[in-house]
Structure formats: structure tokens, C-alpha cells
Antibody, heavy 124, light 107 residues
Framework: QLQLQESGPGLVKPSETLSLTCSVS??????????WGWIRQPPGKGLEWIGH???????YFSPSLKSRVSISVDTSKNRFSLNLNSVTAADTAVYYC????????????????WGQGTLVTVSS | EIVLTQSPATLSLSPGERATLSCRAS??????LAWYQHKPGQSPRLLIY???NRATGIPARFSGSGSVTNFTLTISTLQPEDFAVYYC?????????FGQGTKMEVK
């Protein structure tokens, strides 16, 4: 069974870089059948798609975050990572890593598996 | 950017009742819409994709309908575990967007 687990600092200072990693078990980030992505939820607000990556390294980002975000994949460690630079208090949120089917019939291009989420607070 | 407007913001019902949640898109998204259930302290769960297809393991009491700009999630007979926040999400146009959510609470 697929499991996704986010990890990283829970507190980041303003103007610094937020870095999170999603470790994947029960599945492979090298699979051609899936994208691997990030979504966030600020406190008391709704969900926001950040971006996702294919095993080849091809990435897709939300236009509102594109200038500050990068996503990478490490196939040797079966994980993928998010970097968001120049953070402000507005980037405080629970960050989820997700899987997105690319080639399967079911749930193609939707978020079919999610990690538990990790709260990142931006504060000095 | 496609804006998804969910209504109502809060829905107060009792177990055993029928729930009807709405999601309206600012322009046509064909049928490229999903519904997710989100309980406090848990990760969201995919319920419905492509407007009307239940995801694996989702009970039959959950159903989705609609197309173009108007979509509905129906829960035929509410169970105690169904009280949660529900989000719709479109993947028709970049960027992919979510609605603001409908909170279903116990009346």
C-alpha cells in the first residue's frame, strides 16, 4: 500500500527557503504512471495546488508560485522534494505531498493519495 | 484561473439524512471535476473523479453528477463518519484549482 510521508523543518524564518521532502513507500517515484506533487492549506483556508513533477524531471507549477518554487525527484532514495524561497507569513500552511495518476484509467490527473501533511510556520 | 464556488459554506444535517453539495465553475470545465473529503487531522481523500466516478473503496452512498459549470455531490444517507469538509477541484485548465469547501456538521 502506498504511503507518503512529509518531513522537514516546522519553522522557517521570513525571507528564507522552505524545504520539504516526501518519502514514498509501497510505490516508486520512477514509475511512468504517476506524477508526484505538493498541495498546501493555510490555517483556516482552502487547498492550493503548488506543483508536481514527473520521474523524468518535468515540472508543472502554479503561476502564483512559479517564481519561487522548485520540485525535484530523487529516484535513488525514492523521494521528491519541495523548495519555496523568499517565504513570508503567507506561506504558513500545512503542506501535503500527493500522487497523481498519469496513465491509469482511474483518477487520471487527480490527487489519489496524500501524505498526512506537515505544518510549516514562517516566523522570526 | 477557474474559480470554483461551493455552496453552501456550511451544511447542518443529521445522520440518516440526504446531503446535497454544490460546486459551480466560473467557466466550462467539461466533466473534469473531483470531490475530496477532509476530516480534521487527516489527509484529504478522493471520493469522486471526472464528476461522477467513484474512486476505489468509496461507498455507494457517495455520488457525483453534473457537467460544464454545475456539479453536485450527493450523500444519500449520512453516516456519522461523513461529517467533514468537502472540496471540489478542477483539472480542466491550468492552474488546477479547488473550491473553498463545504463544511458538513451535525445538526
Amino acid at each position: 500500500q502506498l504511503q507518503l510521508q512529509e518531513s522537514g523543518p516546522g519553522l522557517v524564518k521570513p525571507s528564507e527557503t522552505l524545504s520539504l521532502t516526501c518519502s514514498v513507500s509501497g510505490g516508486s517515484v520512477s514509475s511512468s504512471d504517476y506524477f508526484w506533487g505538493w498541495i498546501r492549506q493555510p490555517p483556516g483556508k482552502g487547498l492550493e495546488w503548488i506543483g508536481h513533477i514527473y520521474y523524468s524531471g518535468h515540472t508543472y507549477f502554479s503561476p502564483s508560485l512559479k517564481s519561487r518554487v522548485s520540485i525535484s525527484v530523487d529516484t535513488s532514495k525514492n523521494r521528491f522534494s519541495l523548495n519555496l524561497n523568499s517565504v513570508t507569513a503567507a506561506d504558513t500552511a500545512v503542506y501535503y505531498c500527493t500522487r497523481i495518476p498519469k496513465t491509469t484509467v482511474e483518477a487520471k490527473y487527480y490527487f489519489d493519495s496524500w501524505g498526512q501533511g506537515t505544518l510549516v510556520t514562517v516566523s522570526s | 484561473e477557474i474559480v470554483l464556488t461551493q455552496s453552501p459554506a456550511t451544511l447542518s444535517l443529521s445522520p440518516g439524512e440526504r446531503a446535497t453539495l454544490s460546486c459551480r465553475a466560473s467557466e466550462s470545465i467539461t466533466n473534469y471535476l473531483a470531490w475530496y473529503q477532509h476530516k480534521p487531522g487527516q489527509s484529504p481523500r478522493l471520493l469522486i473523479y471526472d464528476a461522477s466516478n467513484r474512486a476505489t473503496g468509496i461507498p455507494a452512498r457517495f455520488s457525483g453528477s453534473g457537467s460544464v459549470t454545475n456539479f453536485t455531490l450527493t450523500i444519500s444517507t449520512l453516516q456519522p463518519e461523513d461529517f467533514a469538509v468537502y472540496y471540489c477541484q478542477q483539472r480542466s485548465h491550468w492552474p488546477w484549482t479547488f473550491g473553498q469547501g463545504t463544511k458538513m456538521e451535525v445538526k
